[in-house]
C-alpha cells in the first residue's frame, strides 16, 4: 500500500461533522474525534527513535464504514492504523510547534479518502532555561567565556547530541564549540532530523563572527547586527551521510527559479531534493526563524545560513533592491 499522503486525491475527501452518537448511522463512511479536546495544548518534550523533538498525543477516533484511518499534519503523514473496530485509540508523535491541525483521513481498502475529520491542537515548548536543555538533550557544556555580542555563552563539548560538526576545510570533527546557548540547544534540536535522514557529520563554514550585515563593525550597520555577531547562526556547508557520499550547498542545490517557493519547488531529485527537504524541515519543525539558501542571493550559494532572530520567520529569494 502506498500511504503517501501526495497520493491521496484530496477531492475525493468528505469532511465528517456530525456527531459520534450517529456516526455511521446514514449508512456513509465515517471518521470524528472523540478526544482531546480542540485547542488542547500538549509539549513537545519527547524524542522519536531518531533522538528529534515530538509531543506525544493520545487521541481517541470513532469510525464507521472505512479500513484504514490516516493522520496527517500540515501536509506529511503521521501515521497510519487498521479500523479494525469503531473505536480506535491511537498516540501520535508531533515534531511541529505552534497551532497544528490534525486531520483524520478515512481510507477504504483502495487507500481512496472517504471520510475525514479535523481537530486543531498546541503544540508548545516548554519554558526551560539554558542549563535544562542541556540537560534534556544530553549536551556537556561549560558556560562563557564571555565573549563580545554573545549573550549567553557557552561552551560546548562535541558531538552535539550525537552528531558531529567540522570545519568545511578541516579534516577532523571539531571538539568544542562556542555560541550562545540558544544556538546550541537548536543544533541539539537538529541532530534527530539530521540522523532520520543517515547524516553522519556536519561540515559547517562558521558560526562567530562579530560584524554587521553585508559587511563592517557593530554598532555601525546599515543594514542590521548580524546573528553571526550574537553566534545565533550558523552557516552549513553540506552533510556527511553513513556511506561516506559528502552532498554539497554548493555543488548540489539547484538554484530554483524565480516564482517558486524553496519549500515547494520541483526538484532535480538526488543531492538537489535531499538537500531541500532536509532543510526544510528543520524550518518546518521550527528549530530556526531564518532560513537563507543558494535561492536568496549569490552570497549564499555556497551554504545554508540558519539563525535565531527574534520574532523572524523567512525563508525566501531575496526580493529585488533589499
Known sequence: MDFRFAAVIAALTASCSGSVDTLGLDG????????????????????DEHGARVATVNLDLEVAGITYVELVARGESLMVVEADSKQLSVSATIPYNGTVEIEARGLDADDAVTASATIGLSIDDPDFT???????????FSD?????????????????????YRYVSDQTPRETLLADCSLIRALAD????LRARDVVEVADIGIYNYRCIGGGTPPNCPNGVSQHAY????DIAGYTLSDGSFYSVNDDWVIDGASEETCSAATEGGKDSFLHEIICEQKARGIWNIVLTPNFNEAHRNHFH??????????ARQMPGH
Open 231 to 234: 553566534a545565533k547562526a550558523i
Open 28 to 47: 456513509e463512511p465515517a471518521v470524528a474525534f472523540v478526544s482531546p479536546s480542540p485547542d488542547s495544548s500538549f509539549d513537545r518534550v519527547d524524542l
Open 130 to 140: 539554558c542549563a535544562e536543555w542541556m540537560d534534556f538533550f544530553g549536551v556537556e
Open 144 to 164: 562563557g567565556p564571555v565573549t563580545q555580542g554573545i549573550p549567553e555563552p557557552v561552551t560546548a563539548t562535541l558531538p552535539i547530541a550525537g552528531m558531529p
Open 190 to 193: 537538529t541532530a534527530g532530523v
Open 306 to 315: 540558519v539563525d535565531l532572530t527574534d520574532g523572524g520567520d523567512y525563508t
